[in-house]
Structure formats: structure tokens, C-alpha cells
């Protein structure tokens, strides 16, 4: 049934494409992209999933955890005004291939320089962020979950405005924005479930580009607000009842309810020089208030050598724990609430993930790129991102991921 | 028999490499203040970095887009496409408009004063403006 409608997406960006020549001229365009791919693991014991996605990738094979399709339609109003509409469908937080809205904003250019979005956009916090999902754009098949499953935010609602401008040979862009970011966070835990989130956030970002070197510093707050987290919700509400105040207290620190203080800092780092492409970033997740999310420093470095239309690659990613912001009061081993304190302490450890991961990218026709990657999984701590089944606490055996697939742009 | 064969030769060995020799000029509008510039700077405009300028592009698919490309900014055009999938999908900017000939560039350019675009050299005339030659 899934495929079947993915083939009938598939179909209408088709009859899409041949329209789109036509339509084309004149002021409003329609273009796409999307990936067909298929992947497997090696085990079956803990699923492979991206970030957000429920449907895990075991050791059959799946088309969901890559393929995706988007499409995408700008009018251009005159010279300073346009919009652009953008949707994608994918494999996110339920089982099933759904379809949201990535963009939709309206753009006002002041000048040469500025210009200031309206509407909804993809909120920037790291390098590949506003076009992890286009895989054609991508040397990678997925971005490194060990960073892109730091920030839990996809999009906000508001404004950002973008100011480029030459210093010498150097490219400067500076990105601000500010808005309310709403979605659905999919739990693993507990046999899995969805929950919304409703965030202000703000931020900025600085890039600069010399040549084949591109540099980018960005920021990001966030007031990360979930009032439906059923396994959190259960054990505050479970402290709350207990009417002692320091499990009351405990409680207030690890809910998210009424919304919780978070940054995400990142620094990240481009090269295309030559045959040599090189990626990395480091990013910071904190917390700015008490809160049960833990704290984690996350990085990734990848290069790769174009052999003419060929390009090998290999990449390694990480995130560690960097401790927590909630503080557990210290009991007596005979105290009442001692074993629930303790199960906390458990709770805010952060997992640890690992990859080594190889691939390649062939551009093999106008538009098109075969990608085929194998990842080899690491989990450190808690499982790392993998999803364990139900009632599986922990897991650290190495799983390998094997992927190809063909990204297209129209 | 074989000075004709060898001129033969010769008329067919200039004939290949005359395509690949033919020089790409880029040019502005007449009104356009810029007098010259790098190739450096040209390919700014040509892959979405800089807004100054309004690119002008070629026919996908045409040898001297591939040229044009491989030249300025050493870049192949599987490479400019991710470049430009890059700036589209994230709603930054639109592709260059696509003529499909050195005459209609030549039109857009002229007709446009913030415009630029590249055609072959001997397709000039002084109806725009030359500010790079790329060899």
C-alpha cells in the first residue's frame, strides 16, 4: 500500500516535470527532488532508523528509510517579491510515508543584499540543515544522526532575514531568525509514541565563504515545550504524587511541560578543492534550565576524492553525554524514594553512538546520482540512537547498515 | 597523393581542435558600470553566491555551458546542479533563466542592465559589453 502510493507520488512528480517546462516561463516554476532507496541491516535485535522516524530498517529490506520525495513551487510577484511553497513526503514519525509542509514563506528582497523571509522555514541550527532531505545536494546518503538527531527541531513559523555581502574574496552571509517551531517528536521508548512540541527559538548564523573553503557558526535557542510526553509525564506525575518536596522539586526539573530552556551551538566546515571534498562539524547541545534532556557535545568529519564522476567517501560520527542539568537529591539507601532517585540518575545519563560509514556518489546521468553506503553502528551507551524493543533497556552490539540509492532533481 | 593526405590531415586535425579552442566571453549589459573582471568573481554570479549581478545561463546541456562552467569555476555540470539544488531547495534563489543560443543571451544581456551572461567570442558585437575572456 505504501509503495504503491510512493509510486503514484512518483507518477504526478512526473507528469509534474513535463508540465513544469511549460511553466517554467514565466513566473511560476516547479522543480523537486527526491531519492528512491532501498536498505538493510545486518540484525534484527535493534532497528536502524533517522532521526524522528518510527518505522526502523532491521534485517529485511526497506525502502523508508531513504526514499523520499519533495516538491517544490516558487511564484515570483516582480523583482522583490516571490513564493515559495515546499512539501515533502517521507518517512517520519509514523509508519506510514506521510506529507508536511518544509517551506512556505513568502520573500521580500530589500536590496541586493537583504532579504527577509516570511511564513515557514527550516530552522538553520546546523551546516546541512536546510537541505538535509535533498539527497542530489548531499555527498552523504543520510546526514550523521550522531549530530542531526541533536535537535529535535525541524522548522519554525516566523521570519528570518538574510544579509550577504563581499568582503574582498570572501563571501559573508548572516542569517537571523526568530519564530515558533511546532512538530511531532516520535519516543522510542515505552513501545514508541508521538508526542508535539510547540518551541520558540531564535538564532543566527554567520558563514563565509573563500573560494573552496566555506566556514559556519551558528546558535540556536529554543523554549523545547511538550505537554504530552507520556513516559516523562508518568514519572513527574508519579514524583509529584509522593508530596515530598524534593521529589516535587525533581519532578519541575525534568518535565518539559510549560517548556524548558535549550541551546544548540555548532561549528562546521567545508572544503571542495581539487578532487578533495571535506565536511565536518561540532556541535553543543545545553541546557539552559533544569531539564531531563541530557546535555551532549556531537561531531562528524567526512572525505572524500572525486575520480571524475565518481566519489568515494568515508566518514566517522560520534555524540557523548556532557552531563545533565537536573540535580538528584541524595537519599539513604532505605529511603522510600531511594530506588526512584536512583532510576533517574539512569534516566539522564545521555546514550553514545559511534559510525564509521563508506560510500560513494556516481553521477551517472544529467540529474541523477547513484549513492551507494555502508554504515557500521556503534552504540556506546543506552542502545545510542538505535530503537531497542520494547523493554530492551540497553544494547552495544555493532549493527551495519547497507543502503543504495538514486537521488534526482527536476 | 600523400600531400593531400596529409593536408587532409591537417584540415581535420584543425577542425577538431578548433571546438575546443573557441574562446567564451562574458558580458554585461552596456550600461553596467564594471569594466572588467576574474573569473573568480564571474562564477560568483553564475553559482548563486552573490545577487549583484543576474546571471544569464546557456542551454542545459549545451557544449559551451559545460565550457563555461569547467572554466570559470573548474566545476562539471553534475557539480553546478548540486550547487544550485542546494540554493533552490532552501528557497535562497532561482537558476539562472536558459537561452537557448549566443543571439538570445546577447538579447537578455542587452535588454537587461543588471544582467550577465557568456557566448562564444566570435558571436560579440557592440551591443554588449565584454568584461572576461576565458581562454
Known amino acids: ?410 | 597523393m600523400k600531400k593531400i593526405l596529409s593536408a587532409l590531415l591537417a584540415s581535420a586535425l584543425v577542425a577538431a581542435a578548433l571546438p575546443a579552442s573557441a574562446e567564451i566571453v562574458v558580458i554585461v549589459n552596456k550600461d553596467n558600470p564594471a569594466s572588467r573582471m576574474f573569473s573568480e568573481q564571474a562564477s560568483q554570479f553564475f553559482l548563486g553566491k552573490s545577487a549583484m549581478f543576474t546571471p544569464v545561463d546557456q542551454a542545459e546541456g549545451s557544449k559551451i555551458r559545460t565550457d563555461f562552467y569547467q572554466k570559470v569555476a573548474d566545476k562539471d555540470p553534475a557539480q553546478v546542479k548540486a550547487i544550485w539544488s542546494k540554493l533552490v531547495f532552501t528557497g535562497k534563489a532561482t537558476p539562472p533563466k536558459e537561452f537557448k543560443s549566443n543571439a538570445e543571451v546577447k538579447k537578455a544581456v542587452a535588454d537587461d542592465p543588471k544582467a550577465i551572461g557568456y557566448i562564444d567570442k566570435s558571436a560579440v558585437d557592440d551591443s554588449v559589453k565584454v568584461i572576461l575572456t576565458l581562454p
Not at chain 1, 110 to 139: H, K, W
Not at chain 1, 141 to 154: D, S
Not at chain 1, 160 to 166: G, L, M, P, T, V
Not at chain 1, 387 to 403: M, Q
Open chain 1, 1 to 410: 500500500m505504501k509503495k504503491q502510493l510512493l509510486a503514484a507520488a512518483m507518477l504526478a512528480a512526473t507528469s509534474m516535470m513535463a508540465q513544469a517546462g511549460t511553466l517554467g516561463d514565466g513566473n511560476l516554476s516547479i522543480s523537486g527532488f527526491g531519492t528512491l532507496g532501498v536498505a538493510k541491516t545486518n540484525s534484527d535485535d535493534a532497528k536502524f532508523a533517522r532521526y524522528n522516524q518510527a518505522a526502523g530498517t532491521g534485517d529485511s529490506p526497506r525502502i523508508g528509510l531513504d526514499s523520499n520525495l519533495g516538491l517544490q513551487a516558487t511564484y515570483t510577484f516582480n523583482e522583490s517579491l516571490s513564493g515559495t511553497v515546499q512539501v515533502l513526503t517521507r518517512k517520519n514519525t509514523s509508519q506510514q510515508f506521510t506529507t508536511d509542509l518544509t517551506w512556505g514563506f513568502l520573500k521580500y528582497k530589500l536590496n541586493d543584499e537583504t532579504n527577509v523571509r516570511l511564513g515557514r522555514v527550516v530552522l538553520p541550527a546546523f551546516l546541512i540543515s536546510d537541505y538535509q532531505n535533498v539527497g542530489y545536494a548531499n555527498t552523504m546518503m543520510r546526514p550523521p544522526i550522531e549530530m542531526y538527531g541533536q535537535a529535535p527541531i525541524e522548522n519554525m513559523d516566523g521570519a528570518d532575514i538574510n544579509w550577504q555581502h563581499a568582503f574582498g574574496d570572501t563571501n559573508v552571509t548572516v542569517q537571523g531568525f526568530g519564530g515558533v517551531s511546532r512538530g511531532k517528536l516520535y519516543i522510542p521508548t515505552g513501545g514508541g509514541s508521538v508526542a508535539k512540541h510547540q518551541s520558540p527559538v531564535f538564532g543566527a548564523a554567520v558563514t563565509a565563504e573563500y573560494g573552496p573553503f566555506t566556514a559556519r557558526l551558528a546558535h540556536a535557542r529554543a523554549k523545547i515545550e511538550v505537554n504530552n510526553l507520556a513516559p516523562i509525564n508518568a514519572l513527574t506525575d508519579g514524583l509529584a504524587a509522593t508530596k515530598v518536596p524534593a521529589a516535587i522539586q525533581l519532578a519541575d526539573d525534568l518535565t518539559l511541560r510549560g517548556g524548558k530552556k535549550m541551546s544548540f551551538t555548532e561549528i562546521g566546515l567545508t572544503m571542495d578543492w581539487k578532487n578533495i571534498v571535506l565536511q565536518a562539524e561540532y556541535a553543543q547541545r545545553r541546557a539552559h534550565e533544569p531539564v531531563y534532556i541530557p546535555e551532549t557535545n556531537s561531531g562528524y568529519i567526512m572525505a572524500g576524492y572525486r575520480f571524475g564522476k565518481v566519489l568515494p567517501y568515508y566518514a566517522h560520527a560520534y555524540y557523548k553525554g556532557h552531563g545533565s542539568s537536573v540535580t538528584v537529591p541524595t537519599v539513604p539507601a532505605a529511603h522510600p524514594l531511594a530506588a526512584t532517585f536512583g532510576a533517574v540518575r539512569g534516566l539522564l545519563v545521555s546514550p553514545e553512538q559511534k559510525s564509521d560509514l563508506i560510500g560513494m556518489r556516481w553521477d551517472f546521468a544529467k540529474s541523477l546520482a547513484l549513492k551507494v553506503q555502508i554504515d557500521h553502528v556503534k552504540p556506546q551507551v543506552k542502545g545510542g540512537s538505535l530503537i531497542l524493543p520494547s523493554g530492551v533497556p540497553t544494547y552495544s552490539n555493532s549493527i551495519n547498515v547497507y543502503a543504495a540509492g538514486i537521488d534526482f532533481v527536476f
